[in-house]
């Protein structure tokens, strides 16, 4: 019977298995065609100081597909990647991004960041670093105002490599996040060696905090953590007053969240600028 059971997860898990391939080949055709067809667009959500300033944008990927819209926008980066898509379409990410962020800084006194995420296929290039500054260059965006977020677990492949394609960049003024940090592996000693400027707490945190008091702990040492290193904090996944009312107390910098904004397309960003000046 036992047996009789085992067998039969296996052919259960295999043709899930099966279906799955099956569909990623079906996203991954469709995303062939995505960027001529004008599929992809970059949507930007406002990230602000605890006095409620705007001080920047993440920009984050929307694909418009009437057939794959309800997938989780990440379940379409990592096909990308799987399937050697990311080199065009992160150029296309990365190149708006600049061209948005060159736009909002023009005749601006308070700059605002842009931040782009990277993904880990995008870092492991050799000719990464080169990119992100050519695109700058052809662009003329001001390396001051892009950012850019990579995941610990992104930047704990290849650490020692990693280190010194950062290190260039924050260099010439890029603002460099940990993304999703406290969901990887990231020891003490890593915070160290990383040339970071941003921490920033995952939203699984944020969302546990007022569920438990342990959360809000880990939250705090996070930011003594990053007093020590002189790093910003950054809260991400803000929903309520509540919230940012506990997050303010324990001395967080930045945050970003559906209390402010969700994710907006480039016009709305603009229209909210315009408003806060
Ligand atoms: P992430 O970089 O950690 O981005 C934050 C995610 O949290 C976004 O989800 C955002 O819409 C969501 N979020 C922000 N505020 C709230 C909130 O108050 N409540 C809730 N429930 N969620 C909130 P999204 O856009 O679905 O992106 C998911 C992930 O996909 C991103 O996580 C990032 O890892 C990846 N991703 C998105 N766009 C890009 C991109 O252009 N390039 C790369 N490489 N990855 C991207
Ligand atoms: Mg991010
Ligand atoms: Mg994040
Ligand atoms: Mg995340």
């Known amino acids: 019977k036992a ?50 300033n705007l001080v920047g944008f993440e920009a984050l990927l929307r694909w418009h597909n009437e057939k794959f819209k309800h997938i989780p926008i990440i379940e379409v980066i990592k096909i990308m990647e799987k399937y050697n898509l990311i080199d065009d379409i992160g150029r296309f990410i990365t190149r708006s991004a600049m061209e948005f962020s060159r736009k909002i800084n023009e005749n601006r006194k308070r ?22 500054k050519k695109y700058l260059g052809e662009i ?3 390396p001051k105002n892009i950012g850019l977020e990579i995941t610990e677990t992104v930047l704990l492949q290849n650490i020692e490599e ?5 290190k260039e960049l924050r260099d ?22 990383l040339p970071l400027n941003n921490i920033k707490i995952d939203k699984s945190f944020v969302k546990g905090m007022t569920e438990a008091e342990e959360y809000k702990k880990l939250i705090k040492l996070t930011v003594d ?6 790093l910003n904090v950054v809260g991400e996944g803000v929903e309520t007053e509540r919230d940012f009312e506990i997050l303010k107390e324990i001395g967080i910098d930045y945050i970003q ?14 229209e909210l600028l315009m408003k806060e000046k």
Not at 225 to 230: E, F, N, S, V, Y
């Open 3 to 52: 047996k009789e059971q085992g067998k039969n997860q296996y052919v259960f898990y295999n043709k899930y298995l099966d279906q799955k391939r099956c569909l990623d080949l079906d996203i991954e055709q469709e995303l062939r065609n995505a960027l001529a067809k004008n599929e992809l667009v970059l949507y930007y959500q406002p990230q602000y100081d605890l006095n409620r």
């Open 111 to 132: 700059n605002i960041v842009v931040s782009i995420n990277i993904s880990s296929i995008q870092i492991m290039k050799n000719n990464f670093v080169r990119k992100i």
């Open 140 to 142: 003329g965006a001001d």
């Open 162 to 166: 990693n280190i010194e394609k950062i």
């Open 172 to 193: 010439i003024g890029v603002k460099i996040s940990l993304d999703d940090f406290g969901t990887g592996y990231s020891s003490f000693s890593y915070l160290v060696k």
């Open 225 to 230: 953590t990053a007093r020590a290193l002189k």
């Open 257 to 270: 969240g559906y209390l402010f904004s969700k994710p907006i397309p480039e016009k709305e960003a603009i």
